[in-house]
């Protein structure tokens, strides 16, 4: 009897706050940027051992973004960071972000990297509990 009463809560009981872990944004990863919204489809965030690193793929909004300049590419760079990144890895300290265009796909759909146009690199760390760039030298 009681092992049927703690089955029918654990049941009805919503899962815990905890171990959903942070809750992503409706669309996803999705980011506004110089009136075009880039899908989360052609955003990739992946965890490294020192960072969170961000690619976006560009290309398919090539031509809707002609005439972005460089601080619509700062201000898509920091939202990459600071949106999907950030409470994704909310423990994360540093995030990489690299805007680029793959103008090739393989035969599955993949990257070219060979045929890759880097636009910017931007690094971003966390100060005082808020997303801050930072000035590299390359």
């Given at each position: ?56 793929d560009l ?12 601080k ?43 045929s ?5 690199k ?17």
């Amino acid at each position: 009897m009681i092992l049927k009463l703690i089955a029918a809560v654990c049941l009805l009981a919503p899962p815990s706050a905890a171990l959903a872990g942070p809750s992503l944004p409706e669309g996803g990863c999705s980011i506004l940027a110089a009136g075009v919204l880039v899908k989360d489809a052609d955003i990739m965030v992946s965890k490294k051992p020192d960072h969170v690193h961000v690619l976006v793929d560009l290309f398919p909004y090539h031509d809707a973004m002609k005439t972005a300049g460089p601080k619509d590419l700062d201000k898509l760079a920091f939202n990459a960071a600071s949106g999907c990144a950030a409470l994704k890895y909310p423990d994360a300290k540093s995030i990489k972000v690299d805007l680029a265009e793959f103008s090739e796909r393989d035969s599955y759909g993949a990257p070219v990297w060979s045929s890759v146009k880097v636009l910017g690199k931007y690094q971003f760390a966390k100060k005082k509990g808020a997303w801050k760039p930072v000035n590299t030298k390359e």
